[in-house]
């Protein structure tokens, strides 16, 4: 009997691993057999740079890292098994890792539809012009400042020792406190600063005698703190009903600010500035977000870029 039938009997019967497992070990293997015949070399002989070679060229083929790390845990553990039966002496699987699957690109809203998100306005008489008035606000201050949410659910009205953040309506900035409790300042423009003084003017209508000492900025209509979830919610409502094709939660709208800064302005330590990212290489993912942006531009402009 061969070496992998061996190792299929051992982990159907001494194991007593799923038939579907066992099955899954059997592709794998076969993977791995085919592989070590194209290279003339056995089983037992295999060394982890053909190892890396065949990882390699499952990746070239369209294998998924995910995919790879799968095959590959399955070969670790047949090695193991070799091991055991005196028949290698290291386990050429042992140290080889999968490619890592590249990170997906954060989500940001054009320029067009992030300022229709921004502009829109419930009918009158479809709204609650309390609740409109707020949330206009909070789309303003997401957008116009690249706040996180829990930076935005933390501004209380007025500064102090014991305020998390707050809005400094002369100075024009927000000041917030971020990961790690590292405080920063960032501008608020014209706009958010109009949306956030609409609101301070009738936020007291949310409130009730028992709640009439709430220093948060954003209340729900029970005169407590917004929650970050209840933002996730009305931006979500918020977004569908300004007719964009899909649902905007908070952190698109932080990327959106990010990528959109970056596209006019080229300056990624500012971005990272206004961010309050700790390493400029979390920032540099918006890099990639103005290459695409280019790329497009390139594509649907160049008189070149396509083929006819």
């Not at 609650?128 to 009205?157: K, N, T």
């Not at 809005?167 to 406190?177: R, S």
């Not at 700790?278 to 540099?284: D, K, L, P, Y």
Request: charged share 20%; glycine share 8%; hydrophobic share 40%.
């Amino acid at each position: 009997m061969d070496l992998v039938a061996r190792y299929l009997d051992h982990v159907r019967f001494e194991k007593r691993l799923a038939e579907r497992t066992v099955t899954l070990y059997s592709l794998d293997l076969e993977k791995l057999t085919d592989y070590a015949a194209q290279a003339n070399v056995a089983l037992e002989a295999v060394q982890s740079t053909h190892i890396r070679r065949w990882v390699a060229q499952m990746h070239s083929g369209g294998r998924s890292g995910r995919g790879i790390a799968l095959i590959l845990s399955g070969w670790r553990g047949f090695y193991v098994w070799l091991g055991r039966q005196g028949l290698v002496t290291s386990n050429p699987v042992q140290d080889v890792r999968a490619p890592k699957a590249p990170k997906p690109l954060p989500k940001a809203l054009s320029v067009d539809d992030a300022v229709q998100l921004a502009e829109y306005h419930a009918a009158p008489d479809a709204a609650d012009p309390w609740l409109e008035c707020r949330d206009s606000a909070l789309v303003e201050l997401l957008y116009g400042c690249g706040l996180r949410v829990g930076e935005l659910v933390g501004l209380d009205v007025q500064a102090g020792a014991q305020a998390k953040g707050w809005i400094d309506f002369d100075g024009g900035e927000a000041h917030v406190l971020g990961k790690g409790s590292k405080r920063r300042s960032v501008p608020v423009g014209g706009k958010a600063l109009e949306a956030m003084q609409a609101w301070v003017a009738v936020r007291e209508q949310g409130l009730t005698p028992a709640t009439a000492e709430q220093t948060a900025m954003f209340i729900g209509r029970n005169g407590t703190r917004l929650t970050a979830q209840a933002v996730w919610q009305r931006l979500r409502q918020r977004s569908l009903k300004a007719g964009l094709s899909t649902p905007v939660h908070p952190h698109m709208l932080r990327h959106s600010f990010a990528s959109h800064v970056l596209q006019s302005s080229q300056d990624l330590r500012g971005v990272q500035e206004l961010l309050g990212h700790a390493n400029i290489t979390t920032t540099q993912v918006y890099t990639r977000l103005d290459f695409q942006h280019l790329a497009q531009a390139y594509d649907s402009a160049h008189p070149r870029a396509r083929k006819k």
